[in-house]
C-alpha cells in the first residue's frame, strides 16, 4: 500500500479546544500532518485520509519540547470555523 504525508501550518487567531486533547490550546500557528494512502485498483491515482495529527507545544516547563496528537480532521476543521467566526477582541 502506498502512503503519503502531507504537512501543513494552520493559523489560530484565538485560543481553542479540540477533542483528543485535554487542555486548551493557545492562539498560534501549529503544524498539521496528514497521512494518506493509496486506492489500489482504481485507473487514476487516488488518495483516502488516513490519520491526522497536530504538533502542539508540550505542557512542561522544560524548554521547547513538542507534543503530537492524533485528531480527526472534523474536529480540526470544526475548530478552524469557530475561530474564523470568533470575533476579535
Known sequence: MTTR???EVVTFK???QIRGIDHPLPAGSYQVITDEEMIEGLSFASYRRVAT???VPA???HGSRM???SIGSVDLAD???IDASTPDD
Open 53 to 55: 495529527m497536530i504538533i
Open 5 to 7: 504525508s502531507r504537512r
Open 14 to 16: 484565538h485560543s481553542f
Open 59 to 61: 505542557d512542561s516547563s
Open 67 to 69: 507534543e503530537m496528537f
Open 79 to 81: 475548530a478552524q470555523r
